[in-house]
């Protein structure tokens, strides 16, 4: 069993900074690919960011300059600073990881529970 926990969310002011976190524990052999999804009321969900194993590092246009992801291998942990908030980023954050479990051998999708990022103008 893979257990993922996301911390960090809240209520900033525009142009306020919020780190997100989510760590992964459990029944885990590999973490591949991590990432970070949002989801604003009435909206489709999607991509923020993703970080790969090896460190390669990809943004959704409307966040490149303000947000960063990073990875702590050796905590199963992903991070999203996020700076220069904007009411229009506003959402629901959800961590997304790609874990090879140990027993058995199988590779699939996670999701985190999500957390509430509400930036005031």
């Known amino acids: 069993q893979v257990q993922l926990v996301e911390s960090g969310g809240g209520l900033v002011q525009a142009g306020g900074s919020l780190r997100l976190s989510c760590a992964a524990s459990g029944n885990i052999f590999s973490i591949n690919a991590m990432g970070w999804y949002r989801q604003a009321p009435g909206n489709q969900r999607e991509l923020v960011a993703t970080?790969?194993?090896?460190?390669?590092?990809n943004y959704a246009d409307s966040v490149k300059g303000r947000f960063t992801i990073s990875r702590d291998n050796a905590k199963n942990t992903v991070y999203l600073q996020m700076n220069s908030l904007k009411p229009e980023d506003t959402a629901v954050f959800y961590c997304?990881?790609?874990?090879?479990?140990?027993?058995?051998?199988?590779?699939?999708?996670?999701w985190g529970q999500g957390t509430q990022v509400t930036v005031s103008s």
């Open positions: 997304n990881l790609q874990i090879t479990t140990a027993t058995p051998l199988y590779k699939r999708h996670y």
């Open positions: 970080i790969t194993s090896s460190g390669s590092t």
